[in-house]
């Protein structure tokens, strides 16, 4: 099948010429990009927004970010023109509280199942070209990412995955920042490496792992990037 062979094209080539090859290839208008406005989303969003523009950036606001996060989302929204779509739980953080308790100590799993995954899951349907900033080097959980796959959603609608920067180090990202003079998150100044909701983002404990420091080391993925299935092709 053609997305066989562009997946496996895909592998060799540059984020330029990849994604050139992705958009020759899919010309759906139905493009977003899921972004947590850390380096690598920004990455993604410095290229795609001058090849799609208009492209939907979906940002997952849980409501539990740090305010640094809100601020440079807010900032980089305006000086970049995003067309940024905040995308919410059902229930406020007080709702939530309220009725469950601090899930984010008792059961984090349930607590990213409501305000991370349920909310991504509603807003991805209309998508035919879902992007993300996602890494191999990342997670022993992202190790066999390939840039593109053909992912199925719960209700069995399928789409393209796009992971870009799969075959990029954390070396070749700061790079691409520093060149390409773009802003980033002040809490990397303070030696974050992965930067998620406040109550579950701490220092890394092991500078080898980035994400050694999400949810103190019990578990590796919020579920947005586990909850869809890899298609057959
Ligand atoms: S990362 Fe933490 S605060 Fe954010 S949704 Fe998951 S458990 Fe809740």
């Known amino acids: ?13 540059g984020l330029e010429h990849a994604l050139d090859a992705v958009l020759t290839a899919n010309q759906s208008t139905q493009v977003c990009l899921t972004s947590s406005f850390q380096a690598e989303d920004m990455v993604v969003a410095h290229v795609l927004r001058k090849q799609v523009p208009g492209v939907r950036v979906l940002f997952l606001d849980t409501g539990y970010h740090f305010a640094q996060t809100y601020e440079y989302r807010d900032r980089m929204t305006q000086q970049w023109s995003l067309n940024l779509v905040n995308v ?13 308790g601090i899930l984010y100590r008792s059961e984090p799993t349930r607590c990213c199942q409501l305000r991370k995954v349920e909310p991504l899951m509603r807003v991805l349907e209309p998508f035919d070209i879902w992007f993300t900033g996602l890494r191999r ?12 796959e053909l992912h199925r959603l719960p209700t069995g609608k399928t789409l393209w995955k796009v992971s ?28 974050y490496l992965s930067i998620g909701c406040q109550p579950c983002t701490a220092l890394p404990s092991n500078p080898n792992n980035p994400r050694s420091g999400r949810w103190g080391g019990t578990k590796l993925e919020c579920g947005i990037h586990t909850f869809s299935t890899r298609a057959e092709r």
């Not at 919410?88 to 469950?100: D, G, K, Y």
């Not at 520093?178 to 980033?184: K, L, M, R, T, V």
């Open 1 to 13: 099948m053609e997305v066989d062979r562009l997946a496996d094209a895909l592998e060799s080539l």
């Open 88 to 100: 919410v739980p059902e229930q406020t953080v007080a709702e939530q509280e309220s009725a469950f």
């Open 137 to 148: 080097e990342q997670s022993p959980t992202r190790k066999n990412l390939k840039k593109l």
């Open 164 to 191: 870009l920067l799969a075959d990029w180090n954390w070396e070749q990202v700061w790079q691409y920042v520093n060149a390409n003079e773009i802003p980033s998150l002040p809490q990397y100044d303070e030696g």
